[in-house]
């Protein structure tokens, strides 16, 4: 495989922290219309509507876990072609919790399309998605752009 063919991915870490936190917002909506439908009780004003807002903007989400993902092992590979590149331990928490935050968003789509009978479960899947989602970003996006913020660029001394 080229390379080259996949230039459209080659975005440097800083770009991928911000495009990330569009998760963040997806999952936050995601959160606040469930927690505006299945939270209270009584009938609630434009239900039908927020409940497909719900259901497209979750696939919408799906697709841009997907896509950032994609990113991230696209931008992995190429730091460690460059330059020798391990994975730390940041690094892997970040993997380990995408992928069960992705294990996660398959079971709550799985619950809520095939297996009826878990339908239940499905309020507490989204919350820990919404909450893990956070996470996530806390803590490879946010404390990245902490980290880099804070790196001072020191001239050597003549």
């Known amino acids: 495989m080229d390379p080259n063919s996949w230039q459209f991915l080659q ?3 800083v770009t991928k922290s911000y495009l990330s936190f569009g998760l963040v917002v997806l999952a936050t909506f995601e959160f606040l219309a ?8 009584g009938p609630h004003a434009h239900a039908r509507l927020l409940m497909r807002l719900h259901r497209l903007f979750g696939y919408v989400f799906g697709i841009y876990f997907i896509w950032i993902s994609w990113i991230c092992i696209d931008m992995m590979g190429r730091l460690a ?8 331990a940041r690094g892997y928490g970040h ?6 935050l992705f294990g996660l968003f398959l079971l709550k789509v799985g619950f809520a399309r095939f297996y009826k009978n878990y339908r239940p479960y499905i309020p507490l899947l989204g919350i820990m998605l919404a ?10 996006g946010w404390m990245f752009l902490i980290l880099i913020k804070g790196v001072q660029t020191v001239t050597p001394a003549l």
């Open 95 to 100: 993997a380990i919790l995408a992928m069960a």
């Open 131 to 140: 909450i893990g989602t956070l996470v996530l970003w806390g803590v490879a």
């Open 11 to 13: 975005i440097n870490p």
């Open 34 to 41: 469930a927690m505006h439908l299945f939270g209270r009780k």
């Open 81 to 88: 072609r460059a330059g020798g590149y391990t994975l730390d």
